[in-house]
């Protein structure tokens, strides 16, 4: 995916709102920004047979302001291929099961998430799972996050697996506070793409 970032800054008079999907709004003392302020996101399933699909496929992590927002969603939300916000954060999968295999499969298995994002993004983001935890490993210039989950019985042609949502959060006094710091954020999230990849392992 072509790495790019959607981060032109318009002020406008105070006061003034622009919402509607797909746009930022920032309110500050002075003016409001509205722009596209977002990070690529890359997302895929992976199996050694048949195949795993995450359901919706985020393409984006959204960065809105936690006090005002677009159309009631604030804060950091996941965006869908359709430019459609991803409900609750929640990425399921779907298992489909090959011709190869008959049409059907039966067994066991775990899933791993790992997702991976720039160090730069990390300093800004706190990223979550709802109800379970993520172990992180920082790197020098990425950090990773891993879950993997209990035994799951995968049995049938097709098979949806549920998933922790993710909950993403700014980290503590990370987040814009007027445009100077807004522009400071756009400039670090330039050119970053978080990866997020689930991997489906049968049991042996």
Avoid: C, Q
Wanted: glycine share 8%; proline share 2%.
């Amino acid at each position: 995916m072509k790495k790019k970032i959607f981060a032109t800054v318009l002020p406008i008079l105070a006061g003034i709102t622009l919402v509607g999907t797909g746009f930022s709004v920032w309110y500050f003392t002075s003016n409001n920004t509205t722009a596209n302020l977002s990070v690529d996101v890359d997302m895929a399933g992976y199996v050694s047979v048949g195949s795993l699909t995450p359901t919706p496929t985020a393409t984006k992590l959204y960065l809105d302001s936690t006090k005002t927002g677009d159309n009631g969603h604030k804060g950091i939300n996941l965006m869908s291929s359709d430019s459609d916000y991803v409900s609750d954060n929640d990425i399921d999968l779907t298992f489909t099961a090959t011709t190869e295999d008959s049409g059907t499969i039966s067994g066991n298995a775990t899933v791993t998430l790992t997702l991976t994002v720039d160090n730069k993004v990390d300093s800004y983001i706190a990223f979550g799972l709802e109800g379970e935890t993520f172990t992180r490993n920082a790197g020098d210039s990425t950090t990773t996050y891993t879950y993997t989950t209990d035994s799951i019985a995968v049995n049938g042609a097709t098979v949806n697996i549920d998933m922790p949502a993710f909950t993403f959060a700014y980290e503590s006094g990370m987040e814009p506070t007027d445009v100077d710091s807004y522009n400071t954020l756009a400039r670090v999230i330039t050119d970053s793409t978080i990866t997020i990849e689930y991997k489906l392992t049968w049991a042996n």
